[in-house]
């Protein structure tokens, strides 16, 4: 691989490692926007499209986390980052987990939020039918599980979807990597122990009212590893409470 992912930018460029940011499932870079805006002033940052998302659609290789990890790595080499601040939501956490333990050099500091791989359960029913979902009709019930109880999602977030979704061969896509994922009912896991022994800071930001991944699953990680659990929150901390993330993603380049 030659060509880096899409990505947006925010912030100038600089000596300093930027940030970049990786999505979850069925989501794109566009989800970060709030996020790189509040942190402009402080670090230049990369938002990808990891591999059958966004405008990444036609990459070719789609599936599990693992092979995004790749292209994910292939693109800092692309781009000329050597050196990067790292933050991953949800699959996007996965994938950030797999980069930092392949190649801890390349990782300045490591923000995972509600990441995947950090225990078997997942809503895995609610992830396929997300993936099949094509009419905002369909799509806007099951979007409203990746919310806190009092947090519905953005207004129009569900049309932007389905408008999203008319384009051919999108669905298939989210369904292959949903297949590549799962292992069944249950999501295929990364090495938390190792992310514990990294030679970086690490951060994991939770909301205790996600509905896709317990929180839970960020329990008895290493003393090394800091948590951050949010009352009231569901499976999009960055979406839902982007404020608080933005500053806690600040805390950690200041720490680094």
């Known amino acids: 691989m030659t060509a880096a992912l899409p990505f947006i930018a925010h912030g100038e460029a600089g000596d300093r490692p930027p940030i970049v940011f990786l999505h979850g499932f069925a989501g794109d870079g566009l989800g970060w926007a709030n996020v790189q805006l509040a942190l402009a002033r402080r670090r230049r940052s990369l938002a990808f499209d990891l591999p059958g998302h966004g405008r990444a659609l036609a990459w070719p290789e789609v599936g599990h986390a693992g092979l995004a990890a790749k292209a994910v790595t292939a693109s800092l080499d692309a781009l000329d980052l050597p ?149 009231g929150v569901g499976h999009m901390p960055h979406l839902e409470a982007h404020q608080a993330v933005a500053r806690l993603i600040g805390e950690q380049i200041a720490a680094a």
């Open 83 to 231: 050196r990067v601040h790292l933050v991953g939501h949800s699959m996007g956490g996965a994938v950030a987990s797999l980069i930092a333990l392949r190649a801890p050099e390349r990782i300045a500091s490591l923000t995972l939020v509600a990441p995947g791989g950090f225990g078997p359960e997942i809503a895995h029913r609610t992830l396929r039918a997300f993936a099949a979902a094509r009419r905002e009709a369909e799509i806007a019930p099951l979007l409203d599980q990746f919310f806190g109880f009092d947090r519905p999602p953005p207004r129009r977030m569900a049309a932007q979807i389905a408008l999203a979704r008319d384009e051919p061969g999108r669905c298939e896509a989210l369904a292959v990597v949903a297949d590549a994922i799962l292992d069944g009912t249950r999501q295929k896991t990364v090495d938390r122990a190792a992310l514990g022994d990294l030679p970086v800071p690490v951060k994991v930001i939770w909301g205790l009212q996600d509905r896709i991944l317990p929180c839970r699953q960020a329990d008895g990680l290493a003393g090394t590893i800091a948590v951050h659990r949010f009352e």
